[in-house]
């Protein structure tokens, strides 16, 4: 399995376990994942794969769910 594909398996877990919309700084911390901020190329792969939307509040803070 290559790295991409652990790190999309993690994120989807994380969020199908979640009961809403999860901060990046939540999810890293729930799939224990080293990254400090997600690598944008992957990140967009993940809006295609794993139909992941990533919405901004109104603080500037990203909210990532699955639709």
Known sequence: MTAYEE?????????????????????????????KFPNNQWTHKLEHDIGLERKRDAHGVIHWQLR
């Open 7 to 35: 790190f999309r398996n993690k994120i989807e877990q994380v969020l199908r376990k979640a009961q809403g919309p999860l901060t990046w700084t939540e999810i890293r911390t729930r799939a224990q994942l080293p990254q």
